[in-house]
Structure formats: C-alpha cells, structure tokens
C-alpha cells in the first residue's frame, strides 16, 4: 500500500526532525517540513495508529504502528482501559524514536519503488 509508505515517510519526518537537519543538502528544509508536520501530531498518529493496525502482518503496517503509538503517547490518557498501558509502551518507545524514525523512512522510501 503506497499510501502507508508515504506516512512512514511523513510520520518518520515528525520523528527525526531533530536530526534531520544534519543532512547535508536537503537537511534544513527536510527538518522545516519535519517540525510543520509536527504540528499536526495527533493526526498523523491516528492515521498511522489504522493504516498500521489495518497492515500489521507485513512490515509497512508494523512500522506505522509503532510510529502512531509514538505520535500519540500523549493522547492515550483519554482512553479508559487500555490507555496506561499504551502510554507506557508509548513513552517507552519514545527512547528509541530517532531510530524508529529512521527505520520508517527508509521503510517507506523502500515501500514506494
């Protein structure tokens, strides 16, 4: 699915848009377009939470949803049951969220050719 993909692609942006910027020829604008993207966070994390869940037996899905899970550590509180749990497992894998970042793009740059 190209459209999962592409999200690892922007989702991966939201993630390493820290780091990015060291890139050298595209890195400034790479890491611009990473912090706008930020802004929308929450909505990025829900997409990539469905395109994920939706994708979970390949390896497109399971990176989307470890994405979304990051994107969206700070939105589980307002779910009942399972909300601690996936804001534990959030924060958790907020340790690792540069490499998940990377490992996303490079999955979804992978997915599209």
Known sequence: MAITAIMNIIGGLVLCAGI????????????????????????????MMILGLLGIFSLQGIVAF????????GAFHVIPALGAYL?????????????IGVIAIIIGVLGLL
């Open 20 to 47: 990015i910027g060291a890139l050298p020829v595209l890195g400034g604008f790479l890491e611009k377009a990473g912090k706008f993207l930020g802004g929308f966070q929450v909505i990025i994390g829900i997409i």
């Open 66 to 73: 470890l994405v979304g899970v990051i994107l969206l550590t």
């Open 87 to 99: 804001e534990k497992f959030g924060t958790w894998l907020g340790g690792f969220q540069t490499i």
